[in-house]
T-cell receptor
Framework: NAGVTQTPKFQVLKTGQSMTLQCAQD?????MSWYRQDPGMGLRLIHY???????DQGEVPNGYNVSRSTTEDFPLRLLSAAPSQTSVYFC?????????????FGPGTRLTVL | SQQGEEDPQALSIQEGENATMNCSYK?????LQWYRQNSGRGLVHLIL?????REKHSGRLRVTLDTSKKSSSLLITASRAADTASYFC???????????FGKGTLLTVNP
């Protein structure tokens, strides 16, 4: 199993540009989420999904859109990039079959907005 | 807001010593998890402790949970240089799947 994969690894955008960060998992996990990590900070939840067709907002959703058309994929869209969105983005997934379990994280996408 | 807060923010020890990191939170939890992050990498799950548990062990790791004090501690025994990383606690509250992370403790183990 590849686990959780993210592309691209690095990205530089200009203010106002749009892009999609890709996330895929091959573990058949129902729950997927996006976090951003800023220097000296922990991870903050952007959006999450408990299954295909179901998404919801996390702590810092403004400026980001998500969709979940399949169990495997959970892309994160930046509609109009701003310098405040410069960050490292992590995607994670977990199974919802138990009473709460570990989340598996991707390697991250390092985004710089100029 | 971030509900899990680790203490200390940074810890530097010698190889072979024990490292203790603490985590406090403000609201009730279903479980509390600890993760490790090596520089520039993704997070790796270390251990999960449920709200009805008081202590768990995994190899050189020992986690305690005191729900009355809303706090948890992670003990790494006989530390190694390879344990150098940032350690985060993450609490799971109303939903078993949404995690709220603290800011982490940066552990440096000197050879």
């Amino acid at each position: 199993n590849a686990g959780v994969t993210q592309t691209p690894k690095f990205q530089v955008l200009k203010t106002g540009q749009s892009m999609t960060l890709q996330c895929a998992q091959d573990m058949n996990h129902e729950y997927m989420s996006w976090y951003r990590q800023d220097p000296g900070m922990g991870l903050r939840l952007i959006h999450y999904s408990v299954g295909a067709g179901i998404t919801d907002q996390g702590e810092v959703p403004n400026g980001y859109n998500v969709s979940r058309s399949t169990t495997e994929d959970f892309p994160l869209r930046l509609l109009s990039a701003a310098p405040s969105q410069t960050s490292v983005y992590f995607c994670a997934s977990t199974s919802t079959s138990g009473r709460g379990s570990e989340q598996f994280f991707g390697p991250g996408t390092r985004l710089t907005v100029l | 807001s971030q509900q899990g807060e680790e203490d200390p923010q940074a810890l530097s020890i010698q190889e072979g010593e024990n490292a203790t990191m603490n985590c406090s939170y403000k609201t009730s939890i279903n479980n509390l998890q600890w993760y490790r992050q090596n520089s520039g990498r993704g997070l790796v799950h270390l251990i999960l402790i449920r709200s009805n548990e008081r202590e768990k062990h995994s190899g050189r790791l020992r986690v305690t949970l005191d729900t009355s004090k809303k706090s948890s501690s992670l003990l790494i025994t006989a530390s190694r240089a390879a344990d150098t990383a940032s350690y985060f606690c993450a609490r799971s509250g109303g939903s078993n799947y949404k995690l709220t992370f603290g800011k982490g403790t940066l552990l440096t183990v000197n050879p």
